[in-house]
């Protein structure tokens, strides 16, 4: 079957998942850091359960005390009591919202990686939308949650009858126990329901993240279009940058066609290679290219020097050697063989004698030449 054109089948690309991420659009596993935060928490309190009876105690002799004392209380009495009471309250809960509150932030930041957005807050009329809502029921996700909810609900159905039927072999041994001892029982109990249950919730955790993070690609994921489009947008039109191109190349040559024009004279191959050369004897050490061009432009650039009478010799070895390794606006280099050097040096003096200026030209004629 023919795939449509427009159908999601490539990956994303960075971009995409950093303006989805910019957008509070990642993934994570609210019922990992449930089953995480469960599990940890009743651990710890399963570690703390002294500490917790020592606290429960000290909270019931302040009511004991609170309610035998009414007569004969004083003002300061009753509110140091209170104190006492409040502080006892904040020591027993204190280490569950702690543990409780950690655990959270971190299983959460390690999922989304310390992202942080307001644009999910934003309100959005797309979800006021009836037609959307109704697509909502019936889409994959809403069937995946349908199916972690009866998930869960049997397994921890299963973890309660597992443990409490471990356990009744130790309630006979209990009615005549006191009455700490069959709450730190039924506590205790409480505690291993919990922490089995948080195990089972981060086994469910598990492959609800795999899940998240599958349903997550997919919604990333882009179309040959997309890409392309998202290219021109990133690196701009290939149409567009080869217009910018072509008219930035037309300017250049415009700018060096009229540079033609304050040459000293040209060297051509005979008109497939062109260069156009400056020498200021008292500015450069050697000859400045500061025109040249092959066929087409060559002989644009023949036509110009012919034009203003400029002095064009035909060298087709040396206007090659030129034209291949010295840049417009550069001065000619060493680089060039002993022989065209000279032959260069020929041309140079036979201008400066047609125009009368031998006086000082000694400086490039005795420059000093390469070994061979």
Same mark, same amino acid.
């Given at each position: 079957?023919?795939?449509?054109?427009?159908?999601?089948?490539?990956?994303?690309?960075?971009?995409? $998942?950093?303006?989805?991420? !910019?957008?509070?659009?990642?993934?994570?596993?609210?019922?990992?850091?449930?089953?995480?935060?469960?599990?940890?928490?009743?651990?710890?309190?399963?570690?703390?359960?002294?500490?917790?009876?020592?606290?429960? =105690?000290?909270?019931?002799?302040?009511?004991?005390?609170?309610?035998?004392?009414?007569?004969?209380?004083?003002?300061?009495?009753?509110?140091?009591?209170?104190?006492?009471? +409040?502080?006892?309250?904040?020591?027993?809960?204190?280490?569950?919202?702690?543990?409780?509150?950690?655990?959270?932030?971190?299983?959460?930041?390690?999922?989304?990686?310390?992202?942080?957005?307001?644009?999910?807050?934003?309100?959005?009329?797309?979800?006021?939308?009836?037609?959307?809502?109704?697509?909502?029921?019936?889409?994959?996700?809403?069937?995946?949650?349908?199916?972690?909810?009866?998930?869960?609900?049997?397994?921890?159905?299963?973890?309660?009858?597992?443990?409490?039927?471990? !356990?009744?072999? =130790?309630?006979?041994?209990?009615?005549?126990?006191?009455?700490?001892?069959?709450? +730190?029982?039924?506590?205790?109990?409480?505690?291993?329901?919990?922490?089995?249950?948080?195990?089972?919730?981060?086994?469910?955790?598990?492959?609800?993240?795999?899940?998240?993070?599958? %349903?997550?690609? $997919?919604?990333?994921?882009?179309?040959?279009?997309?890409?392309?489009?998202?290219?021109?947008?990133?690196?701009?039109?290939?149409?567009?940058?080869?217009?910018?191109?072509?008219?930035? %190349? !037309?300017?250049?040559?415009? $700018?060096?066609?009229?540079?033609?024009?304050?040459?000293?004279?040209?060297?051509?191959?005979?008109?497939?290679?062109?260069?156009?050369?400056?020498? =200021?004897?008292?500015?450069?050490?050697?000859?400045?290219?500061?025109?040249?061009?092959?066929?087409?432009?060559?002989?644009?650039?023949?036509?110009?020097?012919?034009?203003?009478?400029?002095?064009?010799?035909?060298?087709?070895?040396?206007?090659?050697?030129?034209?291949?390794?010295?840049?417009?606006?550069?001065?000619?280099?060493?680089?060039?063989?002993?022989?065209?050097?000279? +032959?260069?040096?020929?041309?140079?003096?036979?201008?400066? %004698?047609?125009?009368?200026?031998?006086?000082?030209?000694? !400086?490039?004629?005795?420059?000093?030449?390469?070994?061979?």
């Amino acid at each position: 079957m023919n795939q449509s054109k427009d159908s999601k089948t490539e990956k994303a690309s960075p971009h995409r $998942r950093l303006e989805a991420r !910019k957008k509070g659009n990642v993934f994570q596993s609210k019922d990992l850091i449930s089953g995480i935060m469960i599990f940890m928490t009743f651990l710890a309190l399963r570690f703390l359960v002294g500490y917790m009876f020592g606290r429960f =105690e000290s909270l019931i002799n302040d009511f004991v005390s609170l309610g035998g004392s009414t007569a004969e209380l004083t003002e300061l009495a009753a509110a140091r009591i209170m104190f006492d009471l +409040a502080f006892n309250v904040f020591m027993l809960a204190g280490p569950i919202l702690a543990v409780a509150m950690i655990l959270g932030i971190v299983v959460s930041v390690s999922q989304t990686r310390f992202i942080f957005t307001t644009e999910q807050l934003k309100p959005k009329l797309s979800k006021l939308n009836p037609i959307e809502g109704f697509k909502k029921m019936f889409s994959l996700k809403s069937l995946v949650e349908l199916v972690k909810s009866m998930l869960k609900i049997t397994v921890i159905a299963s973890i309660v009858y597992i443990v409490l039927t471990t !356990k009744m072999g =130790e309630l006979p041994g209990l009615v005549m126990a006191d009455i700490q001892k069959d709450a +730190a029982w039924m506590l205790l109990t409480v505690f291993d329901v919990a922490i089995f249950a948080g195990v089972g919730m981060i086994a469910i955790g598990i492959l609800d993240f795999i899940y998240q993070w599958w %349903e997550h690609e $997919r919604s990333l994921m882009m179309s040959k279009q997309e890409i392309k489009d998202e290219y021109k947008q990133l690196e701009g039109d290939p149409l567009i940058k080869s217009r910018i191109r072509s008219i930035r %190349e !037309k300017r250049a040559r415009e $700018r060096m066609m009229s540079a033609v024009k304050e040459a000293d004279v040209v060297i051509r191959n005979p008109e497939h290679y062109a260069v156009a050369l400056k020498y =200021e004897i008292e500015v450069n050490a050697a000859p400045l290219v500061i025109a040249k061009g092959q066929d087409n432009i060559a002989m644009r650039i023949i036509t110009e020097a012919d034009k203003y009478n400029i002095m064009t010799v035909e060298n087709p070895p040396l206007a090659r050697v030129i034209y291949n390794s010295t840049e417009i606006g550069a001065e000619i280099g060493d680089n060039i063989p002993e022989e065209l050097m000279i +032959a260069l040096t020929e041309i140079i003096l036979r201008f400066y %004698e047609s125009k009368n200026r031998l006086g000082d030209i000694s !400086k490039f004629a005795g420059r000093r030449r390469p070994a061979r």
